[in-house]
């Protein structure tokens, strides 16, 4: 059987013009299946895949928060953190308007639109992350600090278990 070829997104476009090393890791998407499903097909630590959520404020300004993916996001915390008074999910239609990403293909790398990006702050303290690169069934396994270098994101400490 034929090695299936990476696929090339504005997500690889721009890890490749910021000169990013990084590692591609297709897997087959499971619709609904989140990152427990990319850590089992992958064999690699679910704390380590990373989320890419879309979110808005309340004056519908879409931010991007990073997560790992066996945790969740308290918005009322995010609010408190980057001073807004409240914080919620975007929509899929809307977060694809945003990123021109599908869901479960929603990369922070090569997005549409330029948005805030927050990190959750335990991320960064990881060897290696793996996450969307902007395909369904597609993760890139990079090392935090580039990601902190390429995407420049405030971080964060807003994980719920």
């Known amino acids: ?6 696929p090339v997104t504005p997500a690889v476009r721009m890890l490749r013009a910021e000169k990013v090393v990084f590692s591609d890791h ?20 679910e704390h380590a895949v990373i989320k890419t959520l879309v979110m808005e404020d309340e004056n519908r300004q879409p931010l991007i928060v990073l997560m790992h993916g ?20 975007c929509t899929p239609e809307t977060a694809q308007k945003h990123t021109g990403y599908l869901v ?8 549409r639109r330029q948005m805030p990006v927050y990190i959750e702050e ?14 369904r069934g ?7 600090a580039e990601l902190m270098r ?3 994101p405030t971080t964060v400490s ?4």
């Not at 059987?1 to 990476?6: D, F, H, I, R, Y």
């Not at 066996?70 to 999910?89: H, N």
């Not at 479960?104 to 997005?111: D, K, L, N």
């Open 1 to 6: 059987m034929a090695k299936e070829k990476s």
């Open 138 to 144: 597609y993760l890139v396994g990079i090392e935090p």
């Open 122 to 135: 335990g991320i960064v303290a990881l060897p290696k992350i793996y996450i969307n690169g902007g395909k």
């Open 70 to 89: 066996d945790r969740q996001v308290s918005t009322k915390e995010l609010a408190r953190s980057i001073g807004v008074r409240q914080v919620t999910p």
């Open 26 to 45: 297709l897997y087959p998407y499971q619709e609904k299946g989140g990152t427990a499903v990319s850590s089992r097909e992958l064999g690699v630590d």
């Open 158 to 161: 807003v994980a719920l278990r």
């Open 104 to 111: 479960g293909g929603t990369s922070p790398f090569g997005t």
């Open 150 to 152: 390429v995407l420049k």
